[in-house]
């Protein structure tokens, strides 16, 4: 098992230094999917008790695959925090487009998306001022 933790941390490593900005346009203004990409690191993930075998010799596709076959999440606690509305079809193109890790971690260029938007917002409010009352 160690071996295949070694492995498992090596491969999705190599998944993470290949980041590209263009990931941003998937989740876009899709409000479910933007939910459920943040909902991802809150979500238990477990090591399958069975890791399945690797080959060094399967391409990029087979490896991902490799990797979600190993760790197993409970799709009620995705439920509970973004609900059941095309849950599985937004998952699964999260997933098929290297956003959501199987470590529970995001892609992170869109993480930094998330955080300007954030920024961006923030700056936009009004700060509220308490001034003393003076009679």
């Given at each position: 098992?160690?071996?295949?933790?070694?492995?498992?941390?090596?491969?999705?490593?190599?998944f993470?230094?290949?980041?590209?900005?263009?990931?941003?346009?998937?989740?876009?203004?899709?409000?479910?999917?933007?939910?459920?990409?943040?909902?991802?690191?809150?979500?238990?993930?477990?090591?399958?008790?069975?890791?399945?075998?690797?080959?060094?010799?399967?391409?990029?596709?087979?490896?991902?695959?490799?990797l979600?076959?190993?760790?197993?999440?409970?799709k009620?606690?995705?439920?509970?925090?973004?609900?059941?509305?095309?849950?599985?079809?937004?998952?699964?193109?999260?997933?098929?487009?290297?956003?959501?890790?199987?470590?529970?971690?995001?892609?992170s260029?869109?993480?930094?998306?998330?955080?300007?938007?954030?920024?961006?917002?923030?700056?936009?409010?009004?700060?509220?001022?308490?001034?003393?009352?003076?009679?």
């Open positions: 098992m160690n071996s295949t933790k070694t492995t498992f941390n090596r491969i999705l490593s190599d993470k230094g290949k980041e590209n900005p263009e990931a941003i346009l998937i989740v876009g203004e899709d409000p479910l999917m933007v939910r459920l990409t943040l909902a991802w690191p809150n979500v238990l993930i477990v090591g399958a008790e069975s890791p399945a075998p690797f080959s060094k010799q399967w391409n990029e596709v087979e490896q991902w695959n490799w979600w076959q190993n760790v197993h999440f409970m009620k606690d995705v439920h509970a925090v973004v609900g059941r509305t095309r849950l599985d079809t937004q998952l699964r193109s999260l997933i098929a487009n290297r956003i959501l890790y199987p470590d529970g971690t995001v892609h260029y869109v993480l930094r998306f998330f955080r300007s938007r954030v920024i961006k917002l923030l700056e936009k409010k009004p700060v509220a001022r308490r001034t003393a009352g003076i009679l």
